[in-house]
């Protein structure tokens, strides 16, 4: 590996999650990486005073290019957009547990989708990436003074829609487990009292399966559905807890195949808000991992 690869290499981790969290696929976000490759590959890079800025600034901007051109797509999908879900193993260790502290949650990057493009990713380098504001004004081409408005502004419309409890991940996880458990044996009492009464259920299944087109609210009406699964299903349903965007999530597979990859929000007793991935394009990638070996230990 000569240098010039090495220093690209070493950069790695930082450019990919600033491409997925502005772009929420991970296949674009690949996309915008191997773009900004080619242009470090092809660029005098001899006398640059700090390559992470050089290529943070590349990636950036191919970012906003590339969400530009994907919002008109984005306008016009089928029922609700929701991003690719990145799934891997639970983590094992209180240290692999730190890697996933950032905030890549399905909920927020789907909160994100609200802003423009320059918005987001003067949000992301500053609040998400601790960027200061003359490295986030040389990124954007903009003064210091814009971007703060941009981060203000960005901030303003966030605010409300940002998480309303701080939930430990012990009891998270607790939660989510006990929600399987019932949902896959079809225990409508116990997944009824595991839901809060104003709980919300968003799908997204890209025109390519059947989804919810509205919100779906309710405890009453969450159980029925979820009790109705189980018993259409019934033994053919196998639930998997995972690490789903930085949390726990569930991956529900029918007949052998992921039907869906489901991410949670909770006050720390029961179920508050409930996004599931159902678009097989956005699932590939999932089902890839599980076939190549089991998510989780038994």
């Known amino acids: 590996m000569d240098n010039r690869t090495a220093v690209f290499q070493g950069q790695r981790k930082r ?26 590959n092809e660029s005098d890079t001899g006398n640059l005073r700090s390559a992470q800025a050089w290529l943070v600034t590349i990636v950036t901007r191919l970012a906003i290019d590339r969400l530009r051109a994907v919002r008109a797509e984005r306008e016009h999908y089928s029922g609700f957009w929701l991003p690719e879900p990145l799934v891997q193993a639970l983590p094992e ?25 320059e918005e987001r990713a003067a949000f992301l380098l500053r609040q998400v990436f601790d960027a200061d504001y003359a490295d986030v004004a ?10 703060r408005q941009l981060v203000h502004r960005a901030s303003e419309r966030l605010q409300a829609q940002r998480p309303r409890f701080t939930v430990s991940r012990e009891a998270h996880l607790r939660l989510l487990r006990a929600f399987a458990d019932a949902s896959g044996s079809g225990d409508f009492e116990r997944i009824r009292n595991l839901l809060r009464e104003d709980v919300e259920l968003v ?6 399966v059947n989804a919810f087109t509205k919100v779906l609210r309710g405890a009453q009406r969450l159980a029925q559905l979820y009790f109705a699964v189980a018993r259409r299903h019934g033994g ?10 930085g949390a726990p999530g569930l991956l529900r ?23 599931a991935q159902r678009n097989p394009d956005k699932l590939a990638r999932a089902q890839a991992l599980f076939d190549a070996g089991p998510v989780t230990k038994p």
């Not at 991970?26 to 080619?38: I, K």
């Open 15 to 40: 450019l990919l999650a600033i491409a997925y969290r502005m772009l929420g696929s991970p296949a674009e976000a690949e996309d915008v990486l191997q773009d900004a490759w080619l242009r470090w």
């Open 93 to 117: 260790t209180p240290e692999q547990q730190l890697e996933l502290v950032d905030d890549v949650s399905v909920a927020f990057l789907t909160v994100l989708e609200q802003l423009a493009p």
């Open 138 to 147: 040389a990124t954007l081409g903009k003064s210091e003074a814009a971007c």
């Open 203 to 208: 799908s997204d299944g890209g025109g390519k």
């Open 236 to 245: 053919a349903i196998r639930l998997v807890v995972a690490e789903v965007n």
């Open 253 to 275: 597979f029918i007949d052998g195949r992921l039907e869906s990859v489901q991410s949670f929000q909770t006050d720390g007793e029961r179920i508050v808000a409930i996004q």
